[in-house]
Nanobody, 122 residues
Framework: QVQLVESGGGSVQAGGSLRLSCVASGHTHNTMAWFRQSPPQEHDFVAGISRYGGTTIYADSVKGRFTISKNVDKNTMYLQMNSLKPEDTAAYYC?????????????????WGMGTQVTVFS
């Protein structure tokens, strides 16, 4: 069983930065990803990272602005978000899956955190 706990959300002015963290416990060497949800939308893929951090994938909407990374020793995944825009406003979720490949579909992930809210105001 894997437990995921996100932190680092908050309110920031457009153009600003935030760094999200996700601490994993349990079987931690999984493929992981960040999703975001702004109701009534479904969970949208933001970025994913392979088990040991060698491969990363980003949604087109965040490429060049967001960076996903992982500290395997600390069982922690990060999302550095720069040049934030109002349309980045959402609840951000950390997710983990037992299989190796990074998937964009939320249904492919086995474990989820409770989420952390990011609000970007203009």
């Amino acid at each position: 069983q894997v437990q995921l706990v996100e932190s680092g959300g908050g309110s920031v002015q457009a153009g600003g930065s935030l760094r999200l963290s996700c601490v994993a416990s349990g079987h931690t060497h999984n493929t992981m990803a960040w999703f975001r949800q702004s109701p009534p939308q479904e969970h949208d893929f933001v970025a994913g990272i392979s088990r040991y951090g060698g491969t990363t994938i980003y949604a087109d909407s965040v490429k060049g602005r967001f960076t996903i990374s992982k500290n395997v020793d600390k069982n922690t995944m990060y999302l550095q978000m720069n040049s934030l825009k109002p349309e980045d406003t959402a609840a951000y979720y950390c997710a983990s899956r037992d299989n190796r490949d990074i998937r964009h579909e939320a249904s492919a992930y086995d474990y989820w955190g409770m989420g952390t809210q990011v609000t970007v105001f203009s």
